[in-house]
C-alpha cells in the first residue's frame, strides 16, 4: 500500500487531536483511501508542557525546517496558530511542492491571498476545513456539492466560547461577567477572553467563509465587529419576554450585488434554526438562490472535531493526488 | 474552455430543476470549474404532460439510446424515478464509459451493489447526493470530510410529506386525516401517499445512508418500517404535554459492532436539534467516533434543492475527470 508521509506543525490541543485520529483510525483511513497516511514528524517548539496526547519522541523535532524543508513530507499540516511564522511556514512548505492542510484562522483570514496564490503557483493543494466551525465540514460544501449554486447569505454562530457564555447568561439569569468567570473557571474560556468575546474570532472566520462563498477577500479587521461584552442580564430577559434569543451573529450577504457583513450580536426569533444551537456547539446558515435555506450543526472547537476536520482535508488531499 | 455534454434521463420536476440551474447559472459553475456544461440531449418521453421549465425542443428525444448509448455524451443524469428501467439505463450508460448522477433513491437503494459495482468494473464516477435529503449535502460529508471517523449514528427526518403532516398536526391539533387531505390538495403529498406515509420512501433513503456510512448493505425491504398512519391527534397531545415531540425517524447505530437500523415514529425531546426540525424540511443527525454529533439541515425536496444537489454532483465529476 502507498504511504503518504505527514508532518505536524504544532502539537498542541489540535495537534494533538489530529495525530491521535491518524494513529487510532489510521486502518479505516487506509481502508477508506487505498493509502496509509502515517505521520512522520511533529514540530514541538516546547518539550515541557503539558499534553493531552503522547507521541513516540523519535517524531518530535524542535526544527520546522525539518517539516517544511524535508524531502519525504508530502502533507504539512500547520496547527501552530497565529499569523507568523505560521504564514511563512506554509508558503515555504508550498514552496517545496508540499501540500498543506491548516487550521489556523488567524493566518489563513489575514494572508488569504498570499496563501492561495502560493498554492496555486506551486500546484499544491491548500484545505482549512477545520478553521471555520471546527468539525462541521461547511468550507467543503461550499466548495463543493453547493457549488452551482449563487450563494444570497451566510449566518453563523462561529465562536463557541460566545455561545457558551450567551447560553448560560440566557438559562441561568446570569451577568456577563459572573459566566465569563464560569467560563474560564472550566476551560471553556481562555484566561485572556479578548478575541472571542469581542468578536475577533468570528471575524477572522467570517472573512475566510466570505471569501469561499463570495469569491471576494474582506480582511477581518475591515469587518464592522461589535462583541458580547456589552450584553446586560437585562438585554437577555427583554430578547426572552418578546420570543427571541441573543445570539453572536456573523453574517455576510448579498444586497444588489454588494456583499454586506457583520459580527455582532443580535436578537433571532425562537423558531429560527439558528437560535435552537446552544452552549459551545456552532453552526452556519447558509441560502443558495437554488438550494434555499440550510444549516449545518456541530461542534466547533476541541482537539477531536477539529482533528477529525484536519484529518477531512487529508483525506481529500490523499484522494486527489495520491490515490490514481 | 473544455466543454462536459450532459445527457438527461428524465424532464420531471427534478430533470427540470436540474436543467434550470444548468442553464441559470451556467457562466457560474464555468467559472468555478473552468469547464463548460452543457446539456445537449434530453429524454422526455410523455411529450404533452406540463412541464415547469422549458428546454429547446431540438434537445428532446423519446429513445434513451440517444443518451445512454452516445458517443458525444459524458455525463449521464438519471431523474425518471422507479426502479425498473432506470437501473438498466444506468449501468447500460456505464458500460458505454458514462459518468452517471441519479436521484433515484429507489432505484439505488433496491440495487446499491450492482450499481457500485458496475461504476467500478467500468471506471466511471457514480454520485446520488440527490437521493438521500434533496439539497443537503450529507453524503458528500460522510463520503468525504468527515471520512476519518466511525459514524456511531445517523438518524434522520428524511422525508418531507410526514414531516409536514406531523407538523401541522401538532401545530393546529388537527387528525393525521384531515392534514393529509389539506396536504394533497396543497400538492405537498402524493394522490397515492404510500410510500411516504408508510415509511418506505425513508427506508429506500436510510438504506443509501447505511451503505455509505456503516460500509454494509440492508435492502430497504429488511429495514423495520413503520409509517405514521397509526398517529393520532391524542398522540401529539400527549407528547405536547410531556414536553416532547413525534418525528419519523430513520435511524441506524453500532452497538457492539453490529449496525441497527428502524425507520419509526418516536418521541424527541423538545431540546434535541431534530426537534426543531419542521414542515417540509429534512435533516441528517450524524454522531462519528471523533466529530461528536453534526446535524445538516435543508430543503429534502423540490425541483431547485434536488436540481442543486444533482448539479454539486455534476461539478465533483467535472473537477475529478475533467479539469486537468
Known amino acids: 500500500m502507498k504511504t503518504v508521509k505527514i508532518g505536524l506543525l504544532g502539537f498542541g490541543n489540535v495537534g494533538g ?3 491521535h485520529i491518524l494513529s487510532e483510525n489510521k486502518e479505516l483511513i487506509a481502508k477508506r483511501t487505498g493509502v496509509a497516511a502515517e505521520v512522520t514528524r511533529i514540530l514541538q517548539r516546547n518539550r515541557n508542557k503539558k499534553r493531552l496526547f503522547a507521541a513516540d519522541p523519535a517524531l518530535l523535532t524542535e526544527d520546522p525546517d525539518d517539516i517544511i524543508k524535508a524531502p519525504d513530507i508530502d502533507i504539512v499540516v500547520e496547527m501552530i496558530g497565529g499569523i507568523e511564522p505560521a504564514t511563512s511556514f506554509m508558503c515555504q512548505a508550498m514552496e517545496n511542492g508540499k501540500h498543506v492542510v491548516s487550521a489556523n484562522k488567524a493566518a489563513i483570514a489575514a494572508n488569504y491571498r498570499l496563501l492561495t496564490e502560493t ?13 471555520v466551525a471546527g468539525g462541521i465540514p461547511v468550507l467543503s460544501a461550499l466548495a463543493g456539492p453547493l457549488g452551482a449554486n449563487n450563494f444570497l447569505e451566510i449566518t453563523g454562530i462561529l465562536n463557541g466560547t460566545t455561545n457558551y457564555i450567551l447560553t448560560k447568561m440566557t438559562e441561568e439569569g446570569l451577568s456577563y461577567e459572573e459566566v465569563l468567570k464560569d467560563a ?3 476551560g471553556f474560556a481562555e484566561a485572556d477572553p479578548t478575541a472571542d468575546v469581542e468578536g475577533i474570532d468570528a471575524a477572522n472566520k467570517l472573512s475566510i467563509l466570505i471569501a469561499l462563498a463570495f469569491g471576494h477577500y474582506v480582511a477581518p479587521d475591515a469587518i464592522p465587529t461589535v462583541g458580547i461584552t456589552g450584553i446586560s442580564a437585562a438585554d437577555i430577559e427583554a430578547a426572552e419576554n418578546a420570543g427571541q434569543k441573543i445570539k453572536l451573529l ?6 444588489e450585488g454588494m456583499v454586506e457583513y457583520l459580527v455582532a450580536p443580535a436578537f433571532l426569533d425562537k423558531s429560527h434554526p439558528l437560535a435552537g444551537v446552544n452552549n459551545e456547539f456552532n453552526a452556519v446558515y447558509v441560502t443558495g438562490d437554488m438550494v434555499g435555506e440550510l444549516m449545518f450543526y456541530g ?24 490515490s490514481l
Open 17 to 19: 487531536g489530529a495525530f
Open 119 to 131: 498554492a496555486r503557483k506551486n500546484n499544491v493543494e491548500f484545505l482549512f476545513e477545520a478553521s
Open 184 to 186: 474560564q473557571a472550566k
Open 250 to 255: 456573523a453574517r455576510a450577504s448579498l444586497r
Open 299 to 322: 461542534r466547533g472547537a476541541g482537539p477531536l472535531p477539529t482533528g477529525s476536520a484536519i484529518c477531512g482535508d487529508i483525506i481529500s488531499i490523499i484522494r486527489k493526488r495520491f
